[in-house]
Structure formats: C-alpha cells, structure tokens
C-alpha cells in the first residue's frame, strides 16, 4: 500500500541544470498537487492537476512546468534550477477538493547551489 | 487577501492539554483542516471542519467557528509523539486551500 511515492528523495543541482521530480499514487486519485515548503512560510502551491492530461497554475509556479500523462502520475520539472527554488517539495493527491484530505509524499530536497 | 494566522511555537508539558488556535480571512468558506507535521516528514490529516462546533477523535479534537474565522485544536493527555508542527488550513470558495506557517508544538517531560 505505497500512497504517494516521490522521487527522488534528495538532489543537489547546480545553477541552470534541469531535473524531473517524479510523484506516483496508487489511489486512483482524480487531483494531485506540487507543493513546495520554506521555512516559516505555509505551503505554496506550484501546479495542480483536476485529472489526467490538465494542469492549472498554482500560487508560485514560475519557473517551473507539469506534466500528466497517466492519472497516476503528476511530474514536476525545472527548466534552468535557480537557488531560489532551494526547498523541500511535497506532491499530494485527494479524491475531491472540496472536504478532501490530502495525502502527501514523503518530500524531496532539493538544493541548488 | 487571503491570510491564516497561528502562534509560532508553544510548549505544553507531558500529560497536560493545549489548545492551539487559528484565525482565518478568505474569500468565501468550504472548510477548515488540520494536519499534523513531524521534523522531516510529510503532513497528515488530523481533522476536517466545516459546520460550526466541535469535532472530538480521540486525543484530538476541533473547534470551528465561521462567524468568527476562528477554529482551535486542542489536545489532551498529551505524550511526547505529540512533539509536531500543526497546520491549520482554510479552504476558499473556490476550493483553494490556504495554509498557515505551522505551530511548532514542544513537549517537555
């Protein structure tokens, strides 16, 4: 019973390398989301996605692009890495928004030096 | 806008209760949660609140109050595992979710 796998766990890049983040449920959840958490801020939302081959723009999503291809996974990329986007990314999914808890993966770090 | 206000950090004793409180201002009201967070982990869904009242789970209970943007977590017999960030969470009338920072919550023996 995996939930939402992430991966990979940990990664440092260096200023304008790319990477792909990997979010995978098993849940058949319609919704999924890309979060990112700093340090006394609240989660900000990057991107979501409604169901399988939609996404919509979050709250911080410069700099960053989605992808869902399969309902089951929600990939999250950057382009040209930048220090500022030093965090720890959550994906989550739920089967409603409205009243539905979010189920979280374990987090990936990311550093960018 | 959209804001969530919670305390940074408590400190509460080993047995005792606390009471962890959230004021909220969004447009429009579909919801109040509450996740817990340990150090390095993922949040984790404590409770759902969207009528006015308390919701009771075990240890773990939740107050909402819409026409006041106020809702509270408290609990009870509190052990160390309690040690967490909580987060208190509004939903908007767009089904938004808006998060606060987190109550960093410390338990001492």
């Known amino acids: 019973n995996a939930g939402v796998t992430q991966t990979p766990k940990f990664q440092v890049l260096k200023t304008g390398q790319s990477m792909t983040l990997l979010c995978a449920q098993d849940m058949n959840h319609e919704y999924m989301y890309w979060y990112r958490q700093d340090p006394g801020m609240g989660l900000r939302l990057i991107h979501y996605?409604?169901?399988?081959?939609?996404?919509a723009k979050g709250e911080v999503p410069d700099g960053y692009n989605v992808s869902r291809l399969k309902k089951q996974n929600f990939l999250l990329g950057l382009e040209s890495a930048a220090p500022s986007q030093t965090s720890v990314y959550f994906c989550?999914?739920?089967?409603?928004?409205?009243?539905?808890?979010?189920?979280f993966g374990e987090g990936s770090r990311l550093t960018v030096l | 806008g959209q804001n969530i206000d919670q305390p940074t950090e408590m400190t509460a004793t080993e047995g005792a209760i606390v009471q962890i409180n959230c004021t909220y201002q969004t447009s429009g009201f579909n919801g109040l949660f509450w996740y817990q967070q340990h150090a390095g982990e993922a949040p984790t869904f404590l409770s759902y609140n969207v009528l006015d009242g308390l919701e009771e789970k075990g240890r773990f209970s939740s107050f909402l109050s819409r026409s006041k943007g106020y809702s509270y977590l408290l609990l009870k017999e509190l052990q160390m595992k309690d040690s967490a960030s909580y987060l208190c969470?509004?939903?908007?009338?767009?089904?938004?979710?808006?998060w606060g920072a987190g109550t960093k919550l410390i338990i001492k023996p």
């Open positions: 969470v509004a939903m908007d009338s767009n089904y938004q979710l808006i």
């Open positions: 996605s409604v169901g399988e081959g939609t996404t």
């Open positions: 989550a999914s739920s089967r409603l928004p409205e009243g539905g808890e979010l189920f």
